[in-house]
């Protein structure tokens, strides 16, 4: 399998440059740790979302893309949590990275410059031809809908 190399740019360079690139924690860590790029500390209440800044734009190489996807350890400890995820960061996408948090947790949750806040997965993407049919082939399911496969 090819490593693929992503080109990360610091959207302010000289007031984020205490603010690590991702990076892997573990030697076998499938996700890269994303740190949050505020500058003073964002309060989530209960329920409350709201998209957190990283301060960096990313060019995926072509055939892959980013996954995004939330940190264990803030749902455990603060029901901190990300929506729409998986996110997906295309190829072509060259906007800033912010991460989609939402607090499920019962009391206020607190973000700090420099936290991680998310990871990414650098993943293949394969494209499909998609061909309309009358007849789709059959299966060992059928035509069984949500839940059909028992409890």
Same mark, same amino acid.
């Given at each position: 399998?090819?490593?693929?190399?992503?080109?990360?740019?610091?959207? +302010?360079?000289?007031? +984020?440059?205490?603010?690590?690139?991702?990076?892997?924690?573990?030697?076998?860590?499938?996700?890269?740790?994303?740190?949050?790029?505020?500058?003073?500390?964002?309060?989530?209440?209960?329920?409350?979302?709201?998209?957190?800044?990283?301060?960096?734009?990313?060019?995926?190489?072509?055939?892959?893309?980013?996954?995004?996807?939330?940190?264990?350890?803030?749902?455990?400890?603060?029901?901190?949590?990300?929506?729409?995820?998986?996110?997906?960061? +295309?190829?072509?996408?060259?906007?800033?990275?912010?991460?989609?948090?939402?607090?499920?947790?019962?009391?206020?949750?607190? &973000?700090?410059?420099?936290?991680?806040?998310?990871?990414?997965? &650098?993943?293949?993407?394969?494209?499909?031809?998609?061909?309309?049919? +009358?007849?789709?082939?059959?299966?060992?399911?059928?035509?069984?809908?949500?839940?059909?496969?028992?409890?």
């Amino acid at each position: 399998m090819i490593d693929p190399r992503v080109m990360v740019r610091r959207l +302010d360079p000289s007031g +984020d440059a205490d603010l690590p690139l991702p990076q892997y924690m573990t030697q076998h860590a499938a996700g890269a740790d994303i740190a949050a790029a505020v500058h003073t500390d964002m309060i989530f209440a209960p329920g409350e979302r709201a998209l957190v800044p990283t301060g960096l734009a990313l060019a995926m190489p072509e055939g892959f893309e980013a996954q995004v996807r939330p940190r264990s350890g803030l749902a455990v400890r603060y029901g901190l949590t990300l929506l729409n995820t998986p996110g997906t960061i +295309d190829a072509d996408y060259r906007g800033e990275l912010k991460i989609l948090m939402i607090n499920l947790g019962q009391e206020p949750a607190t &973000i700090k410059r420099g936290e991680r806040i998310a990871q990414l997965v &650098i993943a293949p993407v394969a494209r499909a031809e998609f061909k309309q049919c +009358d007849e789709l082939p059959p299966s060992s399911r059928g035509e069984g809908g949500f839940g059909h496969t028992g409890a």
